[in-house]
């Protein structure tokens, strides 16, 4: 016992030099969470006990410190009681702000078994619905609400039948800005800096990959989201996607510096309104390729992409059937349906053409071209090239080609 | 390996920061102070080729843990490591003051002969001792300590860290946000903008 003091976390004394809690999502789960629902004494007081309505993220450091080393995230249960008035979804709200759940849970595995699942959560400062978003996210771990009774009879089948009541083991971080990692290379002899392991120093190595990727993907999501609302009669997304209309003022409620970043990047990028249009260019296909570059970084959406970038044209890459864009149009139909359409993609994704004309001048999202247009000979590329002034911006709107007839581009958001 | 003495409850690794692996380790060491958790093994010259420190460096997370003798022959049976010309000081941030306690290099491993040998993925950061350490600072608090470190060979010793580059991605068990949790994030920026009623 007094061995296990030594290390104690409230104690004097401390974690020996250079190690780190540092637990895998399976000890989270297995060793911490299992043995906090079976009430079972765990060693040390390593993860705390908080009332998360109680605790604002910058008060969790201290809070939830051990030892003395630098940390870079924190650990602590809580117990999911509290309700909103209306319904059933936890309350997390605190004085400050409120955590706000992103994208869907994640399954945890272990030995390929189901053993939890992860939530992640953000942390907007201010009152729903005009919260600002922080930097501040939560993973928060359950055990499984479905874990198969015959394959694990003593885990507390009650405490987690319900995935609104309970313990829950959260993990809450701050997410890094590799931006600012970039122009200051040099601060990583920064302790914080320095034990952000080999994974972030590999992201510096590929610089600004994520910030770009993050702008295009918020208007490919953009798009898909206006489309859908507007045209519910159509299930499938990507026939959905068609174009945008975003003014400027839309513009303005976007972070300008990134979006000027992003159209700084993309400036060589040609005009591409005609998805016929020849790929042989070199210029194009190297500018092409520049994009292709930043898609790498989202290896679990477009790995497949990147496998074909050396044998395939860049188009061709884009259009390398189904399987690279499956993923995405997952997550896509899920934000926006909670359920998945995939089988519904999947079938339909191989007439998928994608086309990304872009211009930087105006930053507006182009008034969308069907793709239907037939056989639009003008040369696209040098026609807008000379144009850069007047601009529709055009970020990958994709449609089916073989959707018959040039809908009305309805999906102008006006606000 | 590096079991040794450290009893902690499961989820606690060995993650230094550069500044303990100089300050706690190799200080300690070069000045024959006992290291508890005495857990980085002496390897002395390396003659080892990266893929063969399992079982004898220190692993941890895809990165193997050494200590070596500072030296300008870093052939191993296979090949050898050549600098990538990357020093990078280390400060202490125990103090107010930055006062630089070591340096930080960078080998990438080649295979076959000097110079014609074929770059791979494993990197290798040797820490040492900067040899001006004590000169960075005239504070009181390290006064004491210069006086009997001054009849040690500060430079004979270094830390190395190996690692294979492509292996780094997955050791971050879910402490950072993935590409798609990212991609929901910036969802997540849509619905207010788009649903502003």
Same mark, same amino acid.
């Given at each position: 016992?007094?061995?296990?003091?030594?290390?104690?976390?409230?104690?004097?004394?401390?974690?020996p030099p250079g190690f %780190?809690?540092?637990?895998?999502?399976?000890?989270? /789960?297995?060793?911490?969470?299992?043995?906090?629902?079976?009430?079972?004494?765990?060693?040390? @007081?390593?993860?705390?006990?908080?009332?998360?309505?109680?605790?604002?993220?910058?008060?969790?450091?201290?809070?939830? %410190?051990?030892?003395?080393?630098?940390?870079?995230?924190?650990?602590?249960?809580?117990?999911?009681?509290?309700?909103?008035?209306?319904?059933?979804?936890?309350?997390?709200?605190?004085?400050?702000?409120?955590?706000?759940?992103?994208?869907? @849970?994640?399954?945890?595995?272990?030995?390929?078994? %189901?053993?939890?699942?992860?939530?992640?959560?953000?942390?907007?400062?201010?009152?729903?619905?005009?919260?600002?978003?922080?930097?501040?996210?939560? *993973?928060?771990?359950?055990? $499984?609400?479905?874990?198969?009774?015959?394959?694990?009879?003593?885990?507390?089948?009650?405490?987690?039948?319900?995935?609104?009541?309970?313990?829950?083991?959260? %993990?809450?971080?701050?997410?890094?800005?590799?931006?600012? #990692?970039?122009?200051?290379?040099?601060?990583?002899?920064?302790?914080?800096?320095?034990?952000?392991n080999s994974?972030?120093?590999? /992201?510096?190595?590929?610089?600004?990959?994520?910030?770009?990727? $993050?702008?295009?993907?918020?208007?490919?999501?953009?798009?898909?989201?206006?489309?859908?609302?507007?045209?519910?009669?159509?299930?499938?997304?990507?026939?959905?996607?068609?174009?945008?209309? /975003?003014?400027?003022?839309?513009?303005? /409620?976007?972070?300008?510096?990134?979006?000027?970043?992003?159209?700084?990047?993309?400036? *060589?990028?040609?005009?591409?309104?005609?998805?016929?249009?020849?790929?042989?260019?070199?210029?194009?296909?190297?500018?092409?390729?520049?994009?292709?570059?930043?898609?790498?970084?989202?290896?679990?959406?477009?790995?497949?992409?990147?496998?074909?970038?050396? #044998? #395939?044209?860049?188009?061709?890459?884009?259009?390398?059937?189904?399987?690279?864009?499956?993923?995405?149009?997952?997550?896509? #139909?899920?934000?926006?349906?909670?359920?998945?359409?995939?089988?519904?993609?999947?079938?339909?994704?191989?007439?998928?053409?994608?086309?990304?004309?872009?211009?930087?001048?105006?930053?507006?999202?182009?008034?969308?071209?069907?793709?239907?247009?037939?056989?639009?000979?003008?040369?696209?590329?040098?026609?807008?090239?000379? *144009?850069?002034?007047?601009?529709?911006?055009?970020?990958?709107?994709?449609?089916?080609?073989?959707?018959?007839?040039?809908?009305?581009?309805?999906?102008?958001?006006?606000? | 390996m590096g079991d040794s003495n450290v009893?902690?409850?499961?989820?606690?690794r060995f993650y230094p920061?550069?500044?303990e692996l100089v300050?706690h380790f190799l200080?300690r060491k070069a000045?024959?102070?006992p290291c508890h958790p005495d857990v980085i093994p002496d390897l002395d010259l390396y003659p080892y080729d990266p893929w063969d420190l399992d079982g004898k460096a220190m692993a941890e997370g895809n990165k193997w843990y050494f200590y070596s003798r500072r030296t300008?022959n870093r052939i191993t049976e296979n090949g050898y490591w050549k600098?990538?010309?990357?020093?990078?000081?280390?400060?202490?941030?125990?103090?107010?003051?930055?006062?630089?306690?070591?340096?930080k290099k960078y080998f990438a491993f080649y295979i076959?002969?000097?110079?014609?040998g074929?770059?791979t993925n494993w990197v290798m950061q040797e820490y040492s001792?900067?040899?001006?350490?004590?000169?960075?600072?005239?504070?009181?608090?390290?006064?004491?300590?210069?006086?009997?470190?001054?009849?040690?060979?500060?430079?004979k010793w270094v830390i190395c860290r190996v690692y294979e580059r492509n292996c780094d991605?997955?050791d971050?068990?879910?402490?950072?946000?993935?590409?798609?949790?990212?991609?929901?994030?910036?969802?997540?920026?849509?619905?207010?903008?788009?649903?502003?009623?």
């Amino acid at each position: 016992m007094s061995k296990d003091m030594n290390l104690s976390v409230n104690g004097q004394s401390q974690v020996p030099p250079g190690f %780190r809690f540092h637990p895998t999502e399976e000890e989270l /789960l297995h060793y911490y969470l299992r043995k906090k629902v079976a009430y079972e004494k765990i060693d040390l @007081d390593v993860i705390r006990d908080v009332d998360l309505n109680k605790l604002e993220p910058w008060d969790i450091q201290d809070k939830c %410190r051990i030892g003395s080393t630098p940390q870079n995230d924190w650990y602590f249960f809580s117990h999911k009681d509290k309700k909103y008035p209306t319904g059933t979804r936890t309350n997390r709200a605190t004085a400050a702000g409120f955590w706000k759940a992103t994208g869907r @849970d994640k399954v945890i595995h272990s030995n390929c078994k %189901r053993i939890g699942m992860r939530k992640t959560l953000v942390f907007y400062k201010g009152r729903a619905p005009h919260g600002q978003k922080s930097d501040w996210i939560m *993973h928060e771990y359950r055990l $499984d609400d479905n874990i198969n009774p015959q394959e694990s009879i003593n885990v507390n089948a009650s405490e987690s039948s319900n995935q609104e009541e309970g313990w829950v083991v959260c %993990r809450v971080f701050k997410k890094k800005n590799y931006h600012k #990692a970039l122009e200051s290379p040099h601060q990583s002899s920064s302790s914080a800096a320095l034990t952000m392991n080999s994974r972030s120093s590999t /992201l510096i190595q590929k610089p600004n990959n994520d910030g770009v990727l $993050d702008q295009i993907l918020m208007y490919m999501g953009r798009s898909c989201k206006q489309q859908d609302i507007e045209n519910k009669h159509n299930n499938n997304l990507i026939n959905n996607i068609n174009n945008i209309q /975003l003014d400027d003022h839309i513009m303005q /409620l976007n972070n300008t510096n990134s979006f000027i970043n992003m159209s700084n990047r993309f400036i *060589h990028l040609p005009g591409l309104e005609n998805h016929h249009s020849p790929t042989n260019n070199m210029d194009d296909v190297s500018s092409l390729q520049l994009i292709q570059q930043d898609c790498c970084s989202f290896g679990e959406i477009l790995t497949e992409a990147h496998e074909h970038r050396a #044998a #395939a044209g860049p188009v061709e890459m884009m259009r390398s059937g189904p399987s690279d864009w499956v993923s995405l149009d997952r997550l896509v #139909a899920s934000q926006l349906n909670g359920h998945d359409h995939v089988e519904n993609i999947t079938s339909n994704g191989e007439n998928n053409n994608i086309y990304f004309p872009l211009h930087h001048h105006g930053l507006q999202l182009g008034q969308l071209c069907t793709n239907e247009r037939p056989n639009d000979e003008d040369d696209a590329f040098s026609q807008s090239q000379a *144009h850069d002034d007047d601009v529709d911006v055009e970020f990958w709107s994709y449609a089916r080609s073989s959707s018959s007839s040039p809908s009305d581009p309805l999906c102008h958001l006006s606000v | 390996m590096g079991d040794s003495n450290v009893n902690l409850p499961p989820g606690f690794r060995f993650y230094p920061t550069d500044e303990e692996l100089v300050v706690h380790f190799l200080h300690r060491k070069a000045a024959l102070l006992p290291c508890h958790p005495d857990v980085i093994p002496d390897l002395d010259l390396y003659p080892y080729d990266p893929w063969d420190l399992d079982g004898k460096a220190m692993a941890e997370g895809n990165k193997w843990y050494f200590y070596s003798r500072r030296t300008q022959n870093r052939i191993t049976e296979n090949g050898y490591w050549k600098s990538l010309g990357v020093d990078e000081p280390i400060f202490s941030t125990s103090t107010d003051i930055n006062i630089i306690v070591g340096m930080k290099k960078y080998f990438a491993f080649y295979i076959g002969e000097p110079p014609e040998g074929h770059k791979t993925n494993w990197v290798m950061q040797e820490y040492s001792l900067s040899d001006h350490s004590s000169s960075a600072s005239g504070s009181s608090r390290s006064s004491s300590r210069r006086r009997s470190r001054s009849k040690i060979d500060y430079s004979k010793w270094v830390i190395c860290r190996v690692y294979e580059r492509n292996c780094d991605n997955d050791d971050d068990g879910g402490t950072e946000l993935s590409c798609l949790d990212e991609v929901f994030l910036s969802l997540d920026d849509l619905d207010e903008i788009s649903l502003p009623h």
